[in-house]
């Protein structure tokens, strides 16, 4: 029986972690911002089959940058 390949466990893969209802509220208020101006990730990515995510979820990446340490980058949910 062949293995399955978890791409989201790949070394050049960054982690992505799904915000919960609290978290997605937080993050568009503090940037005065609506759901319609993040970036946009699909719900068929490999990264995120894991997580459950549902169009309108919203998906923090976390990079690891030589000069910041970590950097958060945030994706919204979609179907295409």
């Known amino acids: 029986m062949k293995k399955k ?43 995120i089959e894991n997580l459950d995510a549902k169009p309108g979820d919203v998906i923090k990446v976390i990079r690891q940058s030589p000069t910041a340490g970590e950097a958060a980058f945030y994706r919204v949910v979609t179907n295409v």
């Open 5 to 47: 390949f978890k791409v989201d466990k790949h070394i050049l893969i960054p982690k992505h972690v799904k915000l919960g209802e609290k978290e997605r509220e937080k993050l568009l208020e503090k940037y005065n911002i609506s759901l319609k101006e993040l970036p946009r990730i699909s719900k068929a990515d490999p990264a």
